[in-house]
């Protein structure tokens, strides 16, 4: 008997929960990203600062993968197989002009480097470009693409998360919530050398890194937006953007030992919010948005 009502409390809370996750999507996709990400990242950062010994850089990469698999869930609940379905279909969406090719793949590392070059001091110790890196590149490129961020993120941010945003807010402003949200999910990177945190630093490390990678974010979620809008709701162009933001820090970084994870934040930020507020004025905060998309 008491099994039977355990069985029923169970079955009546789970129908409960689907239903307040289905009425608040959002609210429940960021929660799970979130949860996931934040959990996973725990053996990480216990690593860094020596209470677990072992390395854990594998829980980096995996843990990145929060907001795909919120996304697929959330996406699950909501519309079932076929929406699991468009929404593998968007990962795969490569028909795009190759204008956008370009821009995004050689345009985007150009306006990180410009933000490395114009700092005074960042070419201090420059260890040249040699063709070895170059030949590496596409290599490194592909890595990052599928363990270093883009995957694991972008089928949630921008395959879940903007679009829905962007119906309810507009793109400007939904596009403005959007990077506070996915900046706050890198809170836990804080803690660890990543964001320039770690054993021996303190809260003021964080409080000089925070705010300039807040701006940075917001900047990228902006140029993001407008790519994803522009290539007709394209997650993998979103993919590729985000791949041709994280692999120049990668490969190239470490040929300018002057560079740290300040300066680089800044460098990007350089680069990348210029372009952004220029996007910004030039599409009237549309950002490349047509209702006909929501």
């Not at 079955?11 to 996709?29: G, I």
């Not at 053996?43 to 677990?52: A, F, R």
């Not at 490390?205 to 994803?228: G, H, K, Q, R």
Request: proline residues 6%.
């Amino acid at each position: 008997m008491n099994s039977t009502i355990e069985s029923d409390s169970n079955r009546t809370f789970k129908e409960k929960l689907k239903a307040w996750m289905k009425q608040h999507p959002l609210v429940s996709f960021f929660l799970l990203a979130y949860a996931i990400s934040w959990v996973i990242s725990v053996p990480y950062i216990l690593g860094e600062w020596g209470v677990l010994h072992g390395d854990f850089k594998i829980v980096f990469v995996v843990k990145s993968f929060g907001p795909m698999i919120a996304a697929f869930i959330m996406t699950g609940l909501l519309e079932g197989k076929e929406g699991i379905k468009k929404l593998r279909g968007r990962i795969r969406q490569v028909k795009e002009s190759w204008k956008w090719y370009l821009a995004v793949l050689l345009g985007i590392p150009a306006l990180l480097m410009i933000g490395v070059l114009v700092q005074p001091g960042t070419t201090a110790g420059f260890k040249g470009l040699s063709p070895v890196v170059l030949a590496g590149y596409p290599f490194y490129f592909i890595a990052v693409f599928f363990g270093g961020g883009p995957l694991g993120e972008e089928p949630g941010w921008r395959g879940f998360a903007l679009p829905r945003l962007q119906e309810r807010f507009g793109p400007l402003v939904g596009t403005l919530i959007l990077s506070l949200l996915w900046t706050c999910w890198h809170l836990p990177d804080f803690l660890t050398s990543a964001q320039g945190g770690g054993p021996g630093t303190g809260l003021s490390a964080f409080l000089e890194n925070f705010p300039i990678f807040l701006l940075l974010v917001t900047s990228l979620a902006i140029l993001f937006t407008w790519v994803y809008n522009r290539n007709h709701s394209s997650i993998f162009m979103a993919l590729l953007a985000h791949a041709s933001v994280n692999t120049p820090q990668v490969v190239l970084m470490p040929l300018f030992p002057a560079v740290d994870t300040t300066r680089l934040n800044l460098a990007a930020l350089i680069g990348f919010g210029i372009t952004a507020l220029l996007v910004v004025i030039f599409t009237r905060g549309k950002l490349g948005f047509s209702p006909v998309q929501a």
